[in-house]
Every structure is written in C-alpha cells, then in structure tokens.
C-alpha cells in the first residue's frame, strides 16, 4: 500500500519499479487545501535526484518487456484502467477539489475526461495503423510501422490533475513506452491516485513510475537524463522554453504545450445571451486557471454596451466558495504565490488606465478567511496594446475589448504571443467561417466559448503556446511513437532503387 496513517495526516509515498518508496532523502512536503489551508490533505515524497535517477533506470528496463507486448494486450490493462476511474469517479473528483479548489461539477468533468482519454487511446490498441504502399520494384513489400522511443518523462500542472496526466501517459503506454510521471507540487494527490489505477489495472512493474516534489533538480534531473527519450510538459512558456533548451542537445522528442491569452468575439448579430453564458463559463471555470480560459472578450461597438450590462451583474453575482459546497460556482486561486499574481494584474490593469467594472479584491473575511480567494473580476475599455491584453494572468480576470468590425476582432484576436483558443459568437455562417480560417490558433469554437475541448480532436496551440505537436486524438499517437519505414525484398536479387527500373 502506497499510504501509511502515522499522524493526523497520511503520508504517501513515490511509486518506482512497481514499488511504494520513500524518497531517498527522508523528507515530505504538506499539500494543503487552497480553499482552506488549515486543512492538511497529505505529505507527499520530496523527491532528489537519486529517486529520479532510479525511476528512470526502472522504466528504462521495464521497457525491454513492455515494447514487446502487444499493443492490443496493453490497451486490455488501459480499458481496465477506465473501468476503475469510472468506478471511483465520485472519489477522486472530490479529493482533487480538496487539494487544487476547483468546484466538484468541474473536477468531476476533469476525471471523465481522463476516462474518456483511456477508452479512446485503448481503442487504438487494435488501430495503431501505419501504411503499405505498392514498392516501385518487383517482388518487394513497403509499409510502414509506429515504434515506441523508450522512457518517457510526464511533466504535468495543477489545473487538470487527472485529464492532463492522462492525455501524456495513455498514449505514451499504448504506444509501448514506459513513463515517469512528475506532477506538480500542488496536486499530487490525483496523481496518486491516478498512478494506483493504472497500477491495479495491471501496469507491470516499472511500466508507470510516479517522483513527486518540486524544484529544478527533478526536473532537470529528469529532462536531461539520457535514458529519457521523450519529454511532454504542459506549463508556463517560461518553463517550457527551460526543459526544451535542456532537452535540445541530445535531441529529445519535445512535447510542449503552454501558455495562452484566448479570446471570445462577439459580432454585433450575435445572441448576446448566449454569449453572456460563454463569457462567464470561459473567463471564470476552473478560477481562470485553463490554458484555454477566455480572458479577452472583443465585443463589437454596435453591442458592446448591451453586453456589458448583461455580463457585469451576471459576474457580480457569481457565488465564490469552497468547490465542496454545491452553492459553489467558482473556486480559490490555487495558491498565494498565484493569488499575488492576479492581485499585481489588476494593479497593471488600473495603472494602464482600464476600467474596473466588477470584482478587483482578494476576498479575505469570513468563510475566505483561510483561501485564496479573489473576486470575478473584468476590465471594460481595455486597449489591446495593454498587459492585461497580453499577459496570460491564469486567475479570474477578464479583460473587454470594443472592436468596430470582424477584421478588426480578428486583428486583435491575433495580436497575442498565444495561440492556444479563439471563439465568435455570431448568426451569419460567414462570419463564422471566415474567423474559423483567420484566426491563428490550434482550437477554434463557434457559438460556444474558448474552453471545453473533447479528447478525439488534436490539443494544442500555436506560436508560444506550442513546438509544433498535438496531444489528444490520435495526433498524441505521433508524440509517443516515430515512424519506421520496412522494404522487404523477395525477389532473391539486388534491386537498386531509383536505379533499377521494373519492366513493363
Ligand atoms: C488546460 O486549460 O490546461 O478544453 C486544459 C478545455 C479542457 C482542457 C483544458 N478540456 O478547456
């Protein structure tokens, strides 16, 4: 058993070679409710470069075994997998939203969307197609096969703690890969939790391999490690530009998916209503905390005032609580650090001249005495040349943007580093499709807002949200996996391609 009840607090322990360890150096870090930090949720394994280093060697010999199973016998241990977090669903939703604050309505969407990544990825088990192809020489055979790379280091956030891991590690598992699973400081529960379901379904020994802690030298320990032959991390760009720098000597495949600043465009024959619903789900689900989160909203003149009056008392009523509580619409920020980080922003954001429409506090008395809480906020007649235009903040706070037409909301949509999620809300299928095509990101949603993306479809953003990959759908097959290119020559005598012509 991974847990041990010494004191008040259960102490859980790191997960290598199919073995629940204690980190080498003795030492745990608390993980606390950001919602009420008196509450204690666990110790977890403050992990060193030692641990790093035996979970890689662990996976890497686990490996040997693993890319000789066959992928469809691998997908049984992966649709087994499935089955347990369906069956525990309710549980593991609510200790995510004990140890990361977001409300149980979401954290419960955050473990289906783990399930719904382990049954489709299980699903390729028996579709892990490549091509065959006529050869331009007689008596000779061309396909091509996916091959695994080796040991694979999961580097995942805080903000889904079960669907992100599950994104990375499923695909990376099917494909024959063996993995190491670093998650962030702040939620290594689900990642227990998560790692015991794959361990009950029947993952060998080494196949799965769970470090928690924090710091650089796991990280980089972990990143630069030889035996390491993929690195996917989801995280600030600021990181990301680290472990692909880190990564690129040895030239590491390198899955990166990071910041983004999405915007929602209202067209002045939008539904306003409708788009009122997407703004408040996009700006405020998850506390702002998504990658995907719409926290520019370009609203066209001829409407703008009309939204505003709808939206702002909307947001002002949002209820903020504990995530437990059913009442509950949006959570705390994750931590101090991130609370002072929205708290600097809207500073920025009334330096810069933007008006505060709703919200601009942290919420301190009474049940939030002991959160990190922090108000909805907007900000109404933002200039897009503004920080708070520009700057990914990952907290509550929306910034409104007049437009005077598409082409303008399409020029400021684009105007960002990011290019993660973009969203119109409008009747005229033209429009919708003219912005479908002109906005530079990797998701794109009409009538509905920047967040909600489904499993089956690629993930992931463009310029510094992104290197170039896609996780989900089977675009995350090709993260996992490189092609091989087999020619198999029957013919019993030399044939020179390019060289050699067939006859007719
Ligand atoms: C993230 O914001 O980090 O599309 C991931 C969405 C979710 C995933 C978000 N399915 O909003």
């Known amino acids: 058993m991974g847990t041990t009840t010494k004191t008040a607090a259960a102490t859980f322990s790191n997960y290598i070679d199919g073995a629940w360890t204690s980190a080498s150096s003795g030492e745990r870090f608390e993980n606390r409710n950001p919602a009420d930090t008196g509450e204690l949720i666990g110790l977890f394994q403050k992990s060193s470069r030692a641990d790093v280093n035996a979970a890689v060697d662990a996976a890497a010999r686990a490996y040997e075994r693993w890319r000789l199973v066959p992928a469809p016998r691998r997908a049984e241990i992966l649709f087994r997998a499935a089955q347990i977090l369906v069956d525990r669903k309710e549980a593991l939703a609510r200790d995510m939203t004990r140890e990361m604050g977001k409300i149980l309505d979401e954290t419960r969407g955050d473990v289906q969307e783990a399930i719904d990544m382990t049954y489709f990825i299980a699903g390729e088990g028996r579709r892990l197609y490549g091509q065959t192809t006529p050869s331009e020489l007689r008596d000779k055979f061309a396909m091509s096969v996916r091959q695994p790379l080796g040991v694979c280091a999961i580097i995942t956030p805080w903000n889904f703690p079960m669907a992100i891991p599950s994104w990375k590690i499923i695909p990376a598992l099917l494909c024959g890969n063996t993995v190491v699973f670093k998650p962030a400081t702040y939620t290594p529960l689900s990642a227990f939790n998560f790692v015991k379901v794959l361990e009950e379904a029947g993952a060998p020994n080494g196949v799965v391999n769970l470090v928690t802690g924090g710091g650089e030298e796991i990280g980089d320990t972990l990143v630069g490690h030889p035996e390491v032959k993929v690195v996917s991390f989801t995280g600030s760009t600021d990181v990301g530009r680290v472990v692909s ?87 705390p920020s994750i931590s101090q650090g991130q609370l002072e980080t929205v708290m600097r922003y809207v500073k920025i954001g009334v330096d810069e001249g933007a008006k505060l429409a709703a919200g601009g506090h942290r919420l301190e008395s009474g049940p939030y005495t002991k959160g990190f809480f ?109 092609w091989k290119s087999v020619y198999v020559d029957f013919s019993g005598k030399l044939q020179r391609a390019q060289i050699d012509a067939a006859e007719i």
């Open 245 to 331: 720098e880190r990564a690129a000597p040895a030239f590491k495949k390198v899955h990166l998916e990071m910041g983004g600043k999405n915007v929602i465009m209202i067209m002045d024959d939008a539904k306003l209503d409708l788009a009122v619903e997407g703004c408040l789900w996009g700006g405020f689900g998850t506390t702002g905390q998504r990658c995907t989160a719409a926290s520019r909203v370009v609203v066209h003149e001829k409407v703008y005032r009309e939204f505003l009056d709808a939206f702002l008392p909307r947001v002002r009523s949002l209820k903020v609580g504990n995530g437990l509580d059913p009442v509950t619409q949006m959570g």
């Open 374 to 482: 922090h108000e909805p906020t907007v900000f109404v007649d933002v200039d897009r040349a503004m920080r708070i235009a520009r700057e990914e903040i990952f907290g509550p706070v929306v910034s409104v943007l007049p437009c005077r037409s598409l082409d303008d909301a399409i020029s400021i949509g684009n105007d960002v580093i990011y290019g993660l999620s973009a969203s119109i809300y409008t009747q005229d299928i033209n429009t919708a499709f003219r912005a479908m095509r002109d906005l530079y990101t990797g998701v794109f949603y009409v009538n509905a807002p920047t967040i909600g993306a489904e499993v089956h479809l690629p993930f992931g953003g463009t310029k510094a949200t992104g290197n170039g990959h896609r996780e989900a759908g089977t675009a995350a097959l090709d993260v996992f996996s490189e």
